[in-house]
């Protein structure tokens, strides 16, 4: 199957999960009075899914690796930022390691496409 958007990338769509978990999380519980912390988690995790959404489309395959890599800081940072907000106490132990789960798999999935692409032969639309 060939890509031809990236809201067809399992990672955009497993980032843009993350995103809306960590929304409801900042609207339903009392993160939503820590204003710090709660933009920039939200500021990270929507990260993920844009930096996906902007490395696909600037059609060269260096470019979305570079893009990627800074896709996988990103979710790095907001699983930090779930750690702070567990250890606030606006989240559940299960809530905790339900987010550290998702962050964990999904920076996993996006260093596997990072090694799939730089392993490819394949240049981008504007190397054709």
């Known amino acids: 199957m060939t890509i031809t958007k990236f809201e067809d990338l399992e990672i955009w769509k497993a980032a843009r999960e993350i995103c809306k978990k960590i929304r409801?999380?900042?609207?339903?519980?009392?993160?939503?009075?820590?204003?710090?912390?709660?933009?920039?988690?939200?500021?990270?995790?929507?990260?993920?899914m844009?930096?996906?959404?902007?490395?696909?489309?600037?059609?060269?395959?260096?470019?979305?690796?570079?893009?990627?890599?800074?896709?996988?800081?990103?979710?790095?940072?907001?699983?930090?930022?779930?750690?702070?907000i567990f250890d606030a106490g606006y989240i559940s132990e299960e809530k905790h390691q339900e987010l550290f789960e998702d962050c964990t798999s999904l920076s996993a999935q996006i260093a596997g496409f990072i090694k799939y692409l730089n392993r490819s032969e394949y240049q981008g639309i504007k190397r054709k």
């Open 24 to 48: 409801s999380i900042a609207e339903n519980t009392k993160l939503e009075k820590d204003f710090s912390l709660k933009d920039q988690v939200i500021r990270s995790s929507g990260s993920i």
């Open 50 to 84: 844009d930096n996906v959404a902007e490395g696909f489309e600037r059609d060269g395959k260096k470019e979305f690796v570079q893009f990627l890599s800074i896709a996988k800081a990103s979710c790095g940072e907001t699983r930090s930022q779930v750690h702070r």
